[in-house]
């Protein structure tokens, strides 16, 4: 149950994450990095073949690294003060999380590649 709820809550933060950095006025956000990301969003959205040439999937390695590292310091912490580690079913859906993002990112380029008939490896 663990890994299934994961992918749903990654096809959600996806379908989140389109609507908001799509938005027209997230690129007018006062917060920076806000607009930056949103800035990005738009020029994959113009030039969608840029993606196909670029490590997309990269892109999402930081969140990834700390999806897996937060488990990880929160079952340290957890020994630390109450002597119990979390449950494993934490650190499964944080493994699962960053295995779902990467493979939606990996399929996202691939079907760039296919609609511009860049091949697609096997």
């Not at 149950?1 to 007018?28: C, E, G, I, K, S």
């Not at 109450?82 to 934490?90: A, D, E, S, T, V």
Request: charged share 10%; proline share 7%; glycine share 6%.
């Amino acid at each position: 149950w663990v890994v299934l709820a994961t992918y749903m809550m990654a096809d959600a933060y996806f379908a989140v994450f389109h609507a908001f950095f799509d938005n027209p006025q997230t690129r007018q956000s006062p917060v920076g990095f806000v607009s930056d990301i949103a800035a990005s969003f738009e020029h994959h959205h113009r030039f969608p073949i840029d993606v196909v040439f670029s490590n997309h999937v990269g892109q999402s390695d930081s969140l990834g690294l700390i999806w897996t590292a937060m488990p990880l310091l929160g079952s340290l912490l957890s020994i630390l003060i109450n002597g119990r580690r979390l449950p494993p079913q934490i650190h499964l859906a944080a493994f699962s999380w960053m295995l779902f993002v990467d493979l939606g990112q990996f399929n996202h380029v691939c079907m760039h590649k296919r609609t511009h008939g860049v091949p697609i490896p096997p």
